[in-house]
């Protein structure tokens, strides 16, 4: 690895269970470029993938489902029980990951870098970081997260607790630490102080991403924690009820998605929910106001998602909506195809639709880029 110019990298760990995906999430909402390496680990070992056969020779044709994948699951039972067998398969995907995130960092157009890896302290990663950041929770917290979370059995996630490194020692070598073991609205106080200290401008990115040019025209400006209520309430009110969240259930989605509200004469009439998880953009929620011209909303709302996905380097864009509105003509404007997630063809591009698709609905997508990262060879 080579440190790059002009960047500054924050090293994201902690064990399982700790919250560093959410830590993340809040980086990118302030306005740094973020990298998930353990996703990345498992783009090294898709079907033709460099990582794929070295795993095979290595682990045996048995870790392999029915079309030909890699098994994750069976391959972490194996390698979580199994210290050499860990090694083995580290020694296998460590440098396909160090590559790709040189490559990602070398690209990014965001002055802060952010590298989240349950094995950061581990790796040569480490040695391209200004500053560690570790997040810590007890271990009685991490079970119950994955028991709640996960649906893991308390057995289960106790083994998975203790086949990682010791907590203690990650802290130690931290330079920063975020005990997430409150609110979120307390984890995400931690995390914009810490932020400060590294960006003093405390909003990185425009909160107003898109100026009306003319009366009748649509603004959008991106969603902040301080926006939870306007979003809850935007939501109840759009979803005609289905959905009624609270103030902390926003708060705790700023966890994993962002949010774009559209507004007409300063009021808002229109949002966007949606995620990059792995270079993949995933739009869960589109809800429009139904006084409005939906196709102009939802062109005006997709296009900024689009912009902001490209600056996160995602690869596709996975667009979640209802069966009444999948035959708009908008989205054959705005390139988005019908397709089931078996049909997307690439892994990670079908493991991220299983993952988001909510029930009910159809999925739409959209290839942003041809170039792939760990693309199969």
Same mark, same amino acid.
């Given at each position: ?15 399982? @269970? ?10 990118? /909402? ?8 353990? *996703?990345?680990? /498992? ?50 995907? /460590? ?41 810590? *929770? #007890?271990?009685?917290? %991490? ?20 086949? %990682? ?7 130690? *070598? ?8 409150? #609110? ?9 102080? @810490? ?76 949002? *966007? ?21 939906? $196709? ?9 998602? $689009?912009? @902001? #996905? ?17 035959? %708009? ?26 993952? #988001? ?21």
């Amino acid at each position: 690895m080579s440190n790059w110019p002009g960047k500054y990298v924050i090293g994201l760990t902690g064990n399982i @269970a700790t919250g560093k995906s959410v830590v993340r999430k809040m980086l990118e /909402h302030l306005g740094a470029y973020t990298i998930d390496a353990d *996703a990345l680990t /498992h783009r090294a070992i898709a079907k033709g993938a460099p990582g794929y056969q070295p795993v095979v020779d290595t682990f045996g044709k048995w870790v392999l489902d029915s079309i030909g994948q890699i098994d994750r699951e069976k391959l972490g039972n194996v390698v979580f029980n199994d210290p050499d067998a860990l090694k083995n398969l580290e020694a296998i995907v /460590h440098p396909l990951v160090e590559q790709a995130v040189d490559m990602l960092a070398k690209r990014a157009s965001q002055r802060v870098i952010v590298i989240e890896a349950i094995k950061l302290l581990e790796s040569k990663l480490k040695d391209a970081c200004d500053t560690v950041w570790v997040t810590d *929770a #007890s271990v009685d917290l %991490q079970i119950s997260r994955l028991v709640r979370k996960r649906n893991m059995s308390k057995q289960e996630a106790e083994t998975r607790v203790k086949a %990682q490194g010791p907590q203690d020692e990650k802290v130690n *070598a931290a330079t920063v630490v975020i005990r997430n073991i409150g #609110s979120y609205d307390d984890l995400w106080k931690q995390v914009s102080a @810490a932020w400060k200290v590294i960006e003093p401008r405390a909003d990185s990115v425009p909160v107003i991403v898109k100026k009306a040019t003319k009366a009748d025209d649509f603004s959008v400006q991106r969603g902040r924690p301080k926006d939870s209520r306007t979003i809850a309430d935007l939501l109840g009110k759009l979803s005609n009820g289905k959905q009624k969240p609270e103030n902390d259930d926003i708060m705790a989605a700023f966890g994993e998605k962002a949010f774009l509200l559209l507004t007409l004469d300063d009021r808002a009439i229109g949002l *966007a929910a949606w995620q990059v998880e792995n270079l993949v953009t995933r739009t869960t929620d589109l809800y429009i106001d139904p006084g409005v011209d939906f $196709e102009q909303a939802a062109q005006t709302l997709l296009t900024e998602v $689009e912009k @902001a #996905s490209n600056d996160l380097q995602s690869e596709a864009a996975l667009l979640f909506v209802k069966p009444a509105l999948a035959n %708009q003509s908008v989205w054959t404007q705005l390139e988005y195809q019908k397709r089931s997630p078996k049909e997307l063809g690439v892994q990670a591009w079908q493991d991220a639709a299983i993952e #988001s698709m909510p029930p009910d609905t159809v999925l739409l997508f959209k290839q942003l880029r041809k170039d792939r990262i760990l693309r199969p060879i």
